[in-house]
């Protein structure tokens, strides 16, 4: 099966009102005309599209636009009219659907259809349709193209470029495999955009045309603000310490995306609880890195909308809007936040729970979940359960092997040399201290010489520790308890 044919069965099962959602709308009105015009003399119905800029125009011929039936009433009111069959594509009607006079002309239209074979159809980008409606509708979509589709618009695009250019157009074919496949997700217009900006960028389709797409891509389809592109991912010689977590990614990463082997299950995600500042963020970051495929974060601030069911929508669209720009991690920042019940906000937070659990429940697309959380006390026991996540790891404040790591990765980035400082007495200075924490206090030390205008060395950056007080003395009694319920419950990401 195939659009076309899909769309003519659709029209010829005598349902009066057609919803089509799209933003194709080129592709939909060249369906349709070539529909109308291979139709026998017996079953022609004629074609007419509408807009509120031209008015009502016959599409399977190339006649003039009627201008005074332009407004959305004159419109129905002609249609009603009408005893004679048709199909009427009105564009972007959406808008006028709140006004009680337009629904009760349609309403009158739907019920004179079946006599009159009438069809209309509203396109638009989204419709809610009026429950006066609801019972003389259906939807219907246009498929979104599939990895041979997509190649053979790549492959068009390519030889377009030559002809126009003529020059040959250098194609590395496993980058041309990688494109194919991060182009799935996108309407036909919007594939072959893209396609051509890789293109005409430098003439060739090579690997370094891909993040430029992808990045395209989630602008595109992440209309709604929710989820945020993290451009600047991480690699795992980023993250100090954390051996464990590391060797864990490690060994999964060959098994994530598209070249998995065959009986190994796909990862699905991993929770990260922890002490503040100790790298749980960076971890996030450093995972993508690691699985090499781009970083989404799910802002759950912005999900949360005061109208209802427009929080569980967002949600839903920002999942599947990861899906879409799969293989890639998903990351949910202090998930606890997004998540946490309270007596006020009408079960939209139960809801929203109800939502992710059953997406995890059920993905198939390759979507690596990395859930961070501060305050365990706040998760959801059924977020925390055994199968919920391939793992759950507790990133705890740095032992002193890490905190050497931490103190020479951040003095060399900021053009120290850690050989000239006395290492161990910063060390035993870090006592507590989480990375973010020293990496602080190496900046306070940085500020400090600079006033005083000296080189920074050991004196500056012991002096800053010492004034430090760590989380771990600020908020003994809670980071303490959070410690006591990770042992035994979770794996250590040291």
């Known amino acids: 099966m195939n659009d076309g044919r899909d769309l003519e069965l659709v029209l010829d099962s005598g349902t009066p009102l057609l919803v089509i959602e799209t933003t194709d709308e080129a ?4 369906l349709l005309k ?3 015009l291979s139709r026998s003399a017996s079953a022609y119905r004629p ?22 039936n332009a407004e ?19 564009l972007d009607f959406h808008p006028f659907l709140s006004e009680a006079i337009n629904v009760r002309l349609l309403k009158d239209i739907a019920l004179a259809a079946p006599d009159a074979k009438l069809t209309v159809l509203l396109i638009g980008h989204r419709f809610e ?3 006066e409606l609801a019972t003389f509708s259906a939807r219907f979509a246009l498929r979104l193209p599939g990895p041979e589709d997509r190649r053979a618009i790549v492959e068009r695009c390519v030889e377009e470029y030559a002809n126009e250019s003529g020059r040959k157009v250098s194609v590395d074919p496993a980058a041309l495999d990688l494109l194919v496949q991060n182009l799935g997700g996108l309407t036909h217009a919007d594939t072959e955009r893209l396609a051509r900006n890789a293109i005409r960028d430098d003439g060739a389709v090579t690997t370094s045309d891909l993040p430029a797409v992808m990045k395209a891509k989630y602008q595109l389809l992440n209309r709604g603000g929710v989820l945020s592109f993290e451009y600047d991912t991480a690699r795992l010689s980023d993250l100090a310490g954390l051996r464990n977590l590391k ?5 999964r990463a060959s098994a994530f995306g598209a070249n998995r082997p065959d009986g190994l299950d796909p990862p699905k995600g991993i929770l990260l609880l922890g002490v503040q500042g100790c790298g749980k963020s960076l971890a996030a970051k450093a995972t993508a890195g690691a699985f090499g495929v781009p ?5 759950f601030g912005a999900l949360y909308n005061k109208y209802h069911g427009e929080t569980e929508r967002n949600l839903r669209e920002s999942l599947r809007t990861a899906e879409v720009l799969s293989p890639c991690v998903l990351w949910l920042d202090e998930v606890e936040k997004g998540l946490a019940t309270g007596n006020d906000d009408s079960g939209t937070a139960r809801r929203v729970l109800g939502g992710l659990l059953t997406w995890m429940a059920e993905r198939r697309a390759p979507v690596f979940l990395v859930a961070t959380a501060n305050d365990v006390g706040e998760l959801p026991p059924e977020l925390i359960r055994k199968g919920r996540f391939d793992e759950i790891f507790f990133v705890d404040l740095p032992p002193p092997p890490s905190r050497a790591e931490i103190l020479t990765l951040h003095m060399r980035k900021r053009g120290l040399a850690p050989e000239r400082m006395h290492l161990a007495e910063l060390v035993a200075a870090t006592d507590g201290f989480s990375g973010a924490e020293i990496e602080q206090g190496i900046v306070a030390a940085l500020y400090a010489a600079h006033a005083l205008g000296q080189e920074p060395d050991h004196g500056h950056l012991a002096a800053e520790l010492r004034k430090t007080r760590p989380l771990s003395v600020i908020m003994a009694e809670r980071v303490a308890a959070l410690r006591s319920w990770a042992l035994g419950r979770t794996v250590a990401a040291e």
Request: hydrophobic letters at 50%; a negative charge.
């Open 47 to 68: 074609l007419f599209h509408w807009s509120i800029t031209d008015g009502l125009q016959r599409l399977d011929l190339e006649l003039e636009a009627q201008r005074h």
């Open 247 to 251: 060797l864990w990614l490690q060994q």
């Open 295 to 299: 970083l989404l974060r799910l802002d």
């Open 27 to 30: 592709r939909l009105l060249d």
């Open 34 to 36: 070539a529909l109308a």
């Open 72 to 90: 959305p009433e004159d419109v129905l009111r002609h249609i009603r009219a009408v005893d004679k069959p048709g199909i009427y594509a009105l």
């Open 129 to 131: 349709i009026p429950q």
